[in-house]
């Protein structure tokens, strides 16, 4: 036989699709069922312990509606002149009363008012109300309805009453 018929030969047997077969997979597992059995009954015992360890997290929810802004004559001056006004409004960095209360909201002002009322520099023990200020925004979420223009605050806290 030539040197050439063998690695025919040999390549015409590897011609399947390269997928494995169906006894094969199933061999492979009966053989290690012990060992897969105590793996997942492993991950089990700690994706429940580590569940037990992490505190709870409560989140407060509630929604504002904004009250409804008179139009002023300026602003109905713009609105008179139709396509015009948008970008006039674009242009003057006017806002939706949702956005103009979430930012009121996000301010230094009220933050500082928050961190007072429910002592917070004594809960998330700092030093400086500038640290306790970061702590805070990354604890509260403000968002607005795109149709509704409901503002929706949600605070995330350890605590339920707080």
Same mark, same amino acid.
Request: glycine share 4%; net charge neutral.
């Given at each position: 036989m030539s040197k050439r018929s063998v690695v025919q030969d040999e390549l015409d047997e590897d011609d399947d699709d390269g997928g494995v077969e169906f006894g +094969?997979? +199933?061999h492979a597992l009966g053989t290690h069922k012990r060992l897969i059995g105590v793996l997942a009954l492993v991950g089990g015992l700690i994706g429940l312990g580590v569940g037990f360890l992490v505190p709870p997290t409560f989140t407060a929810r509630t929604l504002i509606m904004p009250p409804q802004q008179n139009q002023?004559? !300026?602003a109905s001056a713009l609105g008179a002149l139709g396509? %015009? !006004?948008g970008l006039a409004g674009g242009l003057g960095g006017m806002r939706s009363p949702a956005e103009?209360?979430?930012s009121l909201m996000g301010s230094a002002t009220v933050t500082d008012k928050m961190i007072d009322r429910f002592k917070l520099m004594a809960v998330y023990d700092n030093e400086y109300?500038?640290?306790t200020r970061k702590? %805070? !925004?990354t604890m509260v %979420?403000? +968002?607005t309805g795109k149709k509704d223009s409901l503002i929706t605050?949600?605070?995330d806290d350890k605590d339920p009453k707080r």
């Open positions: +094969t997979v +199933t002023t004559s !300026a396509g %015009l !006004a103009q209360y979430i109300r500038s640290d702590k %805070l !925004a %979420l403000f +968002t605050i949600e605070v």
